[in-house]
């Protein structure tokens, strides 16, 4: 199971809006033909960028660097359109670029954080944002950002404050209240992050990380046939996205739906063959048909690189061999906030 939050997290949401860079440019340095001919670029990449032409607004904002090496909006600009693209690294590289040639440009300083965060290295941003605290003190997006980052340093607590001062500046959007339920969802409440997933439906009914992740929290408060309900809601219109394809999986699975779910699980494992919830899902599949002894050996293998994956020791305690190693199982899922092995430790007392 997965709540989504981008890219690198197993679970949640992160809204990965960017700044960028339009208007009129005044450029130092270098001749005032090749001036000239990079804001030219500049404002015809912008132009691109604004009609989602991102190729060519890459081509274009490439062509303002050559004329002007220096050109530190371009290089953020292009960023953006990377980052568009899903090239993150190479996102990533112009914003720091930017940053080396003018240090006073904040909107490139919080682009760069935030592509650290997005990338899955968020102490290379904490530097960052106590930067820019004082001049983003009114902008949801940097309290979206720096939400995703305590996110990422297991601090739901300061998420939830950042989360909340951004909804309140920014009247709610989909995207933050989903970020809000996911870090409740990250303290174990459950009711709480159930409402705020519901909050981002009320205002984009087919948000698919909000449908996936409420989707994960029914599966907590075990109902798992409105888990899965919300589940294909989702799969209507991601099929091969694999995070929500293995919350969809386990839904079925829980379901007794076996023979659709053993269909998905070879698609999913095709798509990303190494990924351990979907591995996790195959050795599931493996517990319902009573092959107990291949389930557990995925199972650990999974431990051994991630042991956080949702529900792994609860699996591991139903396919253990005797009720001590189930209960030494389901003390350790039950230690780290997942209900169901609680509920089956408690049977062990």
């Not at 599966?219 to 798992?224: K, R």
Request: glycine share 4%.
């Amino acid at each position: 199971m997965g709540i989504s939050f981008t890219k690198r997290m197993r679970f949640n949401y992160f809204n990965f809006s960017i700044i960028f860079i339009a208007g009129s440019i005044f450029l130092s340095g270098c001749g005032n033909k090749n001036k000239t001919e990079a804001a030219e670029f500049f404002e015809r990449g912008n132009y691109h960028f604004k009609k989602r032409e991102y190729d060519r607004a890459i081509e274009l904002f490439s062509e303002a660097i050559e004329k002007v090496p220096d050109f530190a909006d371009a290089y953020n600009n292009r960023g953006l359109c990377f980052e568009k693209t899903g090239n993150l690294e190479k996102a990533m590289m112009d914003y720091r670029e930017a940053v080396e040639l003018d240090d006073s440009f904040d909107q490139a300083k919080l682009n760069l954080a935030a592509s650290y965060v997005h990338l899955g290295d968020p102490d290379l941003s904490q530097d960052l944002f106590k930067q820019l605290e004082k001049a983003y003190a009114d902008s949801s997006q940097f309290y979206d950002y720096r939400g995703q980052y305590y996110l990422q340093k297991n601090d739901p607590d300061r998420a939830i404050n950042d989360f909340q001062t951004s909804i309140t500046l920014n009247n709610g959007t989909a995207e933050s209240f989903t970020n809000l339920g996911y870090a409740y969802y990250q303290k174990r409440n459950f009711e709480d992050a159930k409402l705020n997933f519901e909050k981002a439906l009320n205002i984009d009914s087919d948000f698919s990380f909000a449908l996936n992740n409420l989707s994960a929290t029914w599966s907590q408060l075990n109902d798992w046939v409105k888990a899965l309900n919300y589940s294909e809601k989702v799969m209507k219109e991601n099929p091969n996205e694999i995070q929500f394809l293995n919350t969809h999986v386990l839904n079925l699975l829980e379901n007794r739906s076996f023979k659709e779910a053993n269909s998905l699980i070879e698609k999913a494992l095709k798509l990303a063959p190494e990924n351990p919830y979907s591995l996790r899902n195959a050795a599931v599949y493996h517990i319902k048909s009573e092959q107990k002894a291949e389930a557990k050996q995925i199972l650990l293998n999974i431990e051994k690189e991630n042991p956080e994956v949702e529900y792994l020791y609860y699996y591991l305690g139903i396919s253990a061999e005797s009720p001590a190693s189930a209960c030494n199982f389901f003390k350790t899922g039950s230690m780290i906030g997942d209900l169901r092995s609680k509920q089956e430790y408690d049977k062990c007392k």
